[in-house]
């Protein structure tokens, strides 16, 4: 658990990690006040690679900016292109037919699967163990094979489409996820193997980064953070949307409040996910991918509209504020890595600087997903 330091003013320091660190993910900047390896305060410091996302949104077509929600978290980005077409039309009164939701669902499902492994190959590789990351990209390399036949694109996908998406999947996109169940599940148990039960990682891990439910609330975390804290949330199950109702998953809850909680949680997180596309690929309906009368010109009536989906970061949201033109008066994208990083000062106080680095980790942060 975290530890409370006595100190005095004039014996503590600054210290100056990242925004170019090796112990920083992405471009972030931690401004540390440190009494010896003890952190006093911690200031994130954010906006070197914003790109005024929002301001594109509120000047393009929404058909122009389909592409932009996929360089937020380039790790997960199928998640976020399904938020913005669900609000987008919600607000136009577009019907999107079953099948594309469920092959929406299963693309956005293995993206997650494919984000985790890059959280667990890159988290253990901070804790200074690099075996894991070799294992993770492998078996992520047979998602992005499997999505790449179908999206086009390996990282930064424009796949859905308002109404529902690009392109339908095929008999060998089926066969090659059903082939990838079980050798995921093989690999999971090897993880288990080489990681969980390490004794080094458990010093690291147990008992360390303490993130209560109080504090999950006041900073509005999400994701694995705020289920690692015990809080029992997941828009898919609390606030359902597309096909998720109909289709057979848990949400994984650790009250643990440490490091180790917030990995259990995206651990078995995997599992979920796989099993979300088993069920998927059972119930996959047959039928069009788009609407027959899809319209090539989006102009929602005047509104104030809001969808959230929950995204491999967390609570991913987008309000739209129509005027009922073809761009919208007002476009705002609720971060989900925003909130779980602003928890990082309070919840590394008193801690060492070493173990305020495995602490981040477990927040699973995308800077590009802040500087929006």
């Known amino acids: 658990m975290n530890q409370p ?10 210290l100056n990690v990242g925004p170019q660190h090796p112990a ?21 410091v954010v906006g070197y690679i914003h790109r005024m996302h929002e301001k594109m949104g509120e000047v393009k077509p929404y058909p122009q900016f389909l592409m932009n929600l996929s360089r937020l978290d380039y790790l997960g980005a199928m998640g976020y292109s399904h938020c913005h077409a669900l609000c987008v039309e919600k607000a136009a009164g577009i019907e ?9 669902v299963l693309m956005v499902e293995l993206n997650r699967v494919s984000s985790h492994l890059v959280w667990l190959g890159a988290f253990i590789m901070d804790l200074g163990g690099f ?21 086009g694109a390996r990282l930064t996908y424009c796949y859905i489409r308002f109404g529902g998406v690009s392109r339908d999947i095929d008999d060998q996109f089926i066969q090659s996820a059903r082939d990838f169940m079980p050798y995921m599940r093989k690999e999971l148990i090897k ?19 303490h ?68 069920h998927a690929l059972d119930q996959l309906p047959d039928g069009p991918v788009m609407p027959k009368k899809a319209p090539k010109i989006i102009k929602p009536p005047a509104g104030d509209y809001y969808q959230a989906t929950e995204t491999a970061r967390g609570t991913f949201g987008v309000r739209l504020v129509s005027d009922g033109s073809q761009t919208p008066y007002r476009m705002k994208l609720r971060s989900p890595t925003y909130s779980n990083m602003h928890l990082f000062d ?21 800077i590009p997903e802040i500087d929006r």
Do not use: W
Request: glycine share 8%; charged share 25%; hydrophobic share 40%.
């Open 5 to 14: 330091v006595e100190l005095q003013p004039d014996e503590t320091f600054v």
């Open 24 to 44: 920083t993910h992405g471009v972030l900047r931690v401004k540390m006040e440190m009494n010896g390896e003890y952190i006093v305060h911690a200031e994130t």
């Open 96 to 104: 999107v037919p079953k099948r594309a939701e469920y092959i929406r």
């Open 131 to 151: 075996t894991p990351l070799l294992y993770t990209f492998q078996a992520r390399e047979h998602i992005l094979d499997m999505m790449e036949r179908i999206t």
């Open 191 to 209: 993880y288990h193997k080489l990681i969980t039960g390490n004794i080094i990682f458990k010093k690291r891990m147990v008992g360390m980064g």
């Open 211 to 278: 993130i209560s439910p109080e504090m999950c609330r006041k900073y509005g975390a999400s994701s694995g953070v705020a289920r690692g804290a015990g809080i029992n949330f997941d828009v898919r199950r609390n606030e359902p949307y597309s096909v998720y109702p109909e289709l057979e998953f848990e949400v994984p809850v650790y009250d643990g409040c440490d490091n180790m909680s917030r990995y259990m949680v995206r651990m078995e997180e995997i599992e979920q996910s796989l099993r979300i596309v088993e």
């Open 346 to 366: 309070e919840a590394c106080r008193g801690l060492m600087i070493m173990d305020a680095m495995a602490m981040m980790g477990t927040l699973d942060l995308v």
